[in-house]
Every structure is written in structure tokens, then in C-alpha cells.
């Protein structure tokens, strides 16, 4: 799974404002992609639920990948998010 055709890559954030105002939009960046990516999670783990009572074993192994993927990049993200915070 591409996490740049499902819309969850980062964003590499420019400003000429200066260095403060570049680590401000990109924490609020890496937050706001943070929210993006539970938000997917939840709708999936939805989907799994609903497919695990159904006989389609095709379409619950691709929910579950896809489950596993966002959390890859959630934790990645937060990883990242942690080391501007601190």
C-alpha cells in the first residue's frame, strides 16, 4: 500500500517567515496527518468488524492489510512528531 496514493504521505512544508514559523506548521502538519490517519483507521477497523461476521475472506484479508499499513504510518508519524516536539 502507497501511502502517497491514499493521501496519508507527509508534506514536506516550506515558509519564508522564518525557522519558528517552518517547525510550527510542520508540527501542526505532522498533528493534523496524525488525526488523518486514526480517522482512516477507525472507518477500517469498522470495515474488519463488519467483514469478520461475513464469508468474504478476500475482502477481510485486504481490510486487515490495509488496517496494519495505517498503523505503520501512524506510528511513523508520531515518531516523527516526537522528534520536533522534543
Known amino acids: 500500500m502507497n501511502a502517497l496514493r ?3 504521505a507527509a508534506a514536506t512544508i516550506f515558509a ?5 514559523s517552518v517547525d510550527d506548521s510542520c508540527v501542526n502538519a505532522m498533528y493534523q496527518r ?13 470495515d474488519v468488524h463488519n467483514l469478520s461476521a461475513s464469508q ?4 477481510l484479508h485486504t481490510a486487515v ?9 501512524s506510528q511513523r ?10
Not at 16 to 20: E, I, M, N, T
Not at 56 to 59: A, G, P, V
Not at 77 to 86: R, T, V, Y
Open 77 to 86: 508519524s508520531h515518531s516523527k512528531l516526537k522528534k520536533h516536539i522534543f
Open 65 to 73: 492489510r490495509r488496517l496494519a499499513a495505517l498503523e505503520r504510518y
Open 56 to 59: 468474504e475472506l478476500d475482502k
Open 34 to 46: 496524525l488525526r488523518q490517519i486514526e480517522v482512516e483507521r477507525v472507518k477500517v477497523l469498522n
Open 16 to 20: 519564508s517567515d522564518g525557522l519558528a
Open 6 to 8: 491514499h493521501g496519508l
